[in-house]
């Protein structure tokens, strides 16, 4: 009896082997559209395409293993999100609401789809501080926005703590390593996303996200406060190298930002008052833009009225700086001191403010 259970579960390996071996089928129906053209594509990956007939459409292809893609319709701005693996899937959406897609026969993207349902609880949280705090910038009332800044710094540590409990109790998921990835840049302590990296089941190993934050824990550790920040030469708008050893003996801000990032923009004005207040006492800040397209990072300087020294490679995401120092979202800064040393990261509002009055005493 138990030859012929071993035999049955030998078999059962092999046939479940076979069926992950022979790729991945999806069918998709969209209501709101008869016809079209829907593309599949992970960043980086190959790209899958088919028509739409009838509302339905057929995707099939091959993964190494399962992975976040993007699912597009030709001519709708909106994509949703879906963790493909070898297996028949299933997906279905509303043109005019496909973020909110339904996928099925994917595990992996079940965990998923159980965190975006977490976060949206997470975000209902939220919005209550969301409100107080629009109320009380239109009213321009600063102690009531102060004090619902640190209101927020404790929701967001909440946040931090259910998506890791999240984390820890899918660790065998490569949902929860795509999770974790998509949150590393967050991290200003490397200890704390070591740790959590370190939940996650050894089954992950070799996993593509688990191996990219291991890099980008590598570069948090060279990027922590207290270290020496790393030393890097990119050209200005002329084309002259502009080097952050230029800016030794002076307090400098490393701002990331790009003339696309509308949170970036609206936090300008922020930088310039604190750029004007304290420019006297030996603060300075060296702008490192994440634009492709010259005409527009340009334009975006002398619309904002930015006074200080702006670099940039013109290589999008890809800029070897913001990789260098592991920079995934932008608005992002560091703040260097006089010697050198990383002082503090991603000061924004009044904590620039505060800790520039800490530093320039």
Not at 319 to 340: C, F, H, Q, W
Request: with cysteine.
């Amino acid at each position: 009896m138990k030859k012929i259970i071993t035999i049955i579960a030998v078999a059962m390996l092999i046939l479940s082997s076979q069926a992950y071996n022979q790729g991945f089928t999806i069918n998709g129906k969209i209501s709101g559209i008869d016809e079209g053209k829907v593309t599949l594509q992970a960043r980086g990956g190959s790209k899958y395409a088919t028509g739409i007939e009838n509302g339905e459409f057929t995707l099939k292809g091959k993964v190494i293993e399962p992975g976040m893609h993007t699912l597009r319709i030709e001519g709708v701005r909106a994509a949703a999100p879906v963790f493909v693996e070898n297996s028949k899937m299933t997906f279905k959406a509303d043109k005019d609401d496909f973020r909110n897609a339904v996928v099925s026969g994917s595990k992996t993207h079940d965990v998923y789809a159980k965190y975006q349902t977490l976060g949206k609880e997470l975000s209902l949280k939220r919005k209550p501080l969301n409100d107080a705090y629009s109320a009380a910038r239109k009213a321009g009332d600063e102690a009531e926005m102060k004090k619902l800044d640190g209101v927020f710094e404790k929701a967001r540590e909440e946040q931090t703590v259910a998506v890791e409990g999240f984390i820890r109790e899918n660790n065998s998921s490569v949902a929860s390593a795509y999770i974790l990835a998509s949150r590393a840049s967050r991290y200003n302590d490397p200890t704390k996303l070591e740790a959590t990296i370190n939940s996650l089941d050894s089954s992950l190993d070799n996993n593509k996200y688990v191996k990219n934050m291991k890099t980008v824990l590598l570069t948090a550790k060279k990027t922590t406060i207290g270290q020496k920040a790393m030393v890097f030469t990119q050209n200005d708008p002329d084309g002259k190298p502009v080097s952050l050893s230029d800016f030794i003996g002076q307090v400098v801000l490393v701002d990331f930002w790009a003339a696309w990032c509308g949170p970036c923009r609206a936090e300008n004005p922020n930088v310039i008052e604190a750029y004007k207040k304290y420019k006297s006492k030996g603060f300075t800040v060296l702008g490192v833009s994440l634009d492709k397209d010259k005409d527009r990072w340009l334009e975006a300087i002398e619309k904002d009225g930015l006074p200080w020294t702006q670099v940039s490679d013109l290589k999008y995401w890809d800029n070897e700086v913001s990789a260098m120092y592991g920079v995934r979202s932008i608005p992002a800064n560091i703040l260097v001191g006089k010697d050198g040393t990383i002082l503090a990261k991603n000061l924004r509002g009044d904590k620039l403010h505060e800790k520039l009055t800490e530093v320039l005493k």
